[in-house]
């Protein structure tokens, strides 16, 4: 991931796409991308207004005209309803982070929740070794409140990968 | 409405094919598609081709659907049997070949425990299929038996694969009759949203009409056209219009393999092949024209070999059903998209004027659009002696299958095809051992025609077995073998690029063809001079006239070292032949 960031021409794409709700869309949807090159960043599912549609929001690194040739190319998967890539000026895109840390004292605990706080995170456990915080956001965020709490010992983290949805016009 | 009948998965499959018009299948039987062939066994208006393995009959029923216009079907059973046709599912799915392959599967509740001849064939023709299908349900089989059919047969066209798992072949349900028109127009199944949304698989774009407008004035403008006819101009049936453009335009076309068929061979426009083994016509056509319109075609590597330098001087203008084909491999100027015939029919009626290109036509024809191969007088033949001879003997409508290498080549140089669905070879997936069963296919399909089936001495050991097929079911194919005791492309490539170090491609062995051709049942003859060839041909056509229905296998001894020219290495530019 590092070295595709590091080349130029790769930028990253947010792709919504929407499928029938039955065994193997997923596999075909994943197996095209695999095919022809890609690696999947994030990718997010789960059933829409109508529990036979299932909508993915999919994040991969690609240039301006692979993207479309990629488009096309689902396009063609009979399951798939449409392909959009989301324009980032006009689309809200978030990731739900959960997130364990070490807590042993009580200056650590104090801390590690005025974080939280901050970024509007929320405590939902609690021992007396650890607290586990859930956060949501956009992979900034999410990534800068795993940096604040690095120092602190991360025991386990877990993304649920980006949703993104275009904002309403104006 | 039509009333309905409780019947078994395994009758409703056959009414389903019933629906759609299928009178032949393809395949082999096995344990888990029992109650299928069960089934079969009181339907005997179907005719099933029993092959030796399920290879052929994967290539037969692609080359049965190539050579009539009509839907291909093959069954096999789970596990290997339906692994032995993956071949056959990806020579179909490169070359656009509307296939249904309809495997069955064990038992619903023994999938995923490693059972029998259990193998989860759906995942694995995924990237091989337009679409692959699970049937676990009979409710839910005969909608997926009609959706496949029209999926195999719309947009860009290509193989589909239906698994049923084998309680769905006995369970029951009702079923209602519906024709394809009926399932078309219904709204209670996955078409009508697929119809609603113009989903790819089954539909065509809406023409952009500003770009055909486009074209007409590139076309006005230009002074040195080129056209490109693809294989989709053979799918799309529109040969015909693509005829008329190319003389209205008085443009040269260049012909790729898959288009083969769908420009008169005999044309004074026709250049000849375009590509690695194009012609020089063609290649010198393609590097200097200012306007080339591709149709139907995919631009492949063989086509367009380093696609940096392809056509450098001319506006690239893309016709194809696919959208997902458009820049993918040479970047278009401008691109049109969906059904190449109502897309030519559109550009006829807006072109501006008949034209005359008689400087860049002379250009174009000075060089060579045939490869004039030397005549030999020693005791073998040569390619240009062996096709000149069919040609010349066989009837000017014989359909020609041929499997991959150096025969195929000369054969698609030397014949002059005149129809679309008269050459049948395997371009995009270089399959070898599929001209055997392609020839049974064609020849199942069309009986009243001769079949010429071309092949060499390495491909026709992979799948001669399906010779007990061709003798059984009376297929009075004619097998011409380029026997070079070598697998000649190969050597080409290990001569000219290797260092003449011949790895593994010498064949000085078995079998001896024409022991083997009478082992089961057929002709056999060698020949090793033009006079006996010819003598073997007219003794063929004339025993067929006389009733006799036995395939022919004529072994033709020539050269190991002899070439395939012209040839340009992969990725150089198109005009930089290496061999001439």
Redesign the interface.
Known sequence: MQAKESNKNLKRYTIVTAMDNEAGVLSQLAHLFSRKGYNIETIAAGWTTDQNVTRFTIEIYSDDEKIKLLCNQLRKLVPIHYVEILDPSKSIRRELMLVRVKAADRASRNEIIQIGNIFRGSVIDITPDSITLSVTGDDQKTKAFEDLLKEFGIIELARTGIVAIERGEM | MNTSRKLNGSEILIQCLIEQGVDTIFGYPGGAILNVYDKLYDHKEIKHILTAHEQGASHAADGYARSTGKVGVCFATSGPGSTNLTTGVATAYMDSSPVVFITCNVNSDLIGRDSFQEVDI??VT??IT??SY?VSKVEKLADTVREAFL?AKSGRPGPVLIDIQKNATSDECEYYPMTPDEYFSSNEN?IS??KK?H???IGYPDIDLSAIDELAELIDKSEKPLLICGGGVVRAKASQEFRTLATRIDSPVAITVMGGGAFPGDSPLKTGMIGMHGSQASNMACDSCDLLIAVGCRFSDRVTLNPAGFAKNAKIVHIDI???E???NVKSDLSIVGDAKKILNLLLAKLKRDKKNDLWKDYVFSFKRETEYDDRTDETLTPKEILSSAAEILPQDTIVTTDVGQHQMWAIQHFKFDYPGQLITSGGFGTMGFGLGAAIGAQVGNPEKTVLHVTGDGSFRMNCNELCTEEYYKLPIITLIFNNSTLGMVRQWQHLIYKERYSQTTLDRSPDFTKLAEAYGVHGRKVTNVEMLRNVLTEAVNARKNGDNVGWVIDCKIDMDEMVRPMVGGNSFISEFMLY
């Open positions: 759906t995942g995924l990237p337009k679409c699970t999926i996955r949203r697929l949304t989903h790819p698989s696919d959208a997902s458009i820049n993918k």
